[in-house]
């Protein structure tokens, strides 16, 4: 079935450093949206994308989808304590607006 | 206004019985997904209601049921528990299924012993 690959699982990274998640659709998607989980929390929606090629920005945070309408990224620049958690995408099918859920990236800051 | 309401927040149960967990959608919120996480793992859909109707299943054993009502709150049923049940369930509400973001509950916790 229709699947969404996000990568890495994990990335460790020093406070400071750049961080980014990749999310990979076997299929044309509808839109695209991104969510952040907090340890202990639920998920938070982000952002969506809808255009292909669409670039959004949100203070360090910068989001982009593919031209394809089949990949999207997300990269936050200087990571900073608050940004700790998981981050997922989720892409919406064309055919019936399903969302199918990346497995998700868990960013840890290191000591 | 008012999240989406999950209740009850902490479950405890006992293998082989059935429990039953509930989502108050934010008001005017016609669709219900559910999903399940574990330790580690991602959010596995369960199913998606929109106007009492179910649209979408996941890949769920049928022992996990789910219905709407005319209000949209939403219930979802697992009968026969098993010991790898115990997950975090979460509830998402959206305005409707089409391109609209989901606002997720607190979720409930479900441990089965």
């Known amino acids: 079935g229709q699947q969404v690959m996000q990568i890495p699982q994990y990335q460790h990274v020093q406070e400071g450093e750049d961080f980014t998640t990749y999310c990979n659709s076997s299929?044309?998607?509808?839109?695209i949206q991104w969510y952040k989980q907090r340890p202990g929390g639920h998920p938070v929606f982000l952002i969506q994308?809808?255009?292909s090629g669409e670039v959004k920005k949100q203070k360090r945070l910068t989001f982009q989808f593919g031209e394809a309408k089949k990949n999207s990224s997300l990269h936050i620049t200087a990571t900073q304590t608050t940004d700790v958690g998981t981050y997922f995408c989720a892409g919406s099918r064309l055919s019936n607006y399903q969302l199918i859920w990346g497995a998700g990236t868990k960013l840890i800051i290191k000591p | 206004k008012a999240g989406v309401t999950q209740t009850p927040r902490y479950l405890i149960k006992t293998r082989g019985q059935q429990v039953t967990l509930s989502c108050s959608p934010i008001s005017g919120h016609r669709s219900v997904s559910w999903y399940q996480q574990t330790p580690g793992q991602g959010l596995q859909f369960l199913f998606e209601y929109f106007s009492e109707t179910q649209r979408n299943k996941g890949n769920f054993p049928g022992r996990f049921s789910g219905r709407q009502f005319s209000n949209s709150r939403s219930e979802m049923n697992v009968s026969t528990l098993e010991l790898g049940d115990s997950a975090l369930y979460l509830c998402?509400?959206?305005?409707?299924?089409?391109?609209?973001?989901?606002?997720f509950g607190q979720g409930t916790r479900l441990t089965v012993v």
């Open positions: 299929t044309t998607l509808s839109n």
């Open positions: 998402a509400s959206s305005l409707d299924y089409q391109n609209t973001e989901a606002f």
């Open positions: 994308l809808v255009k």
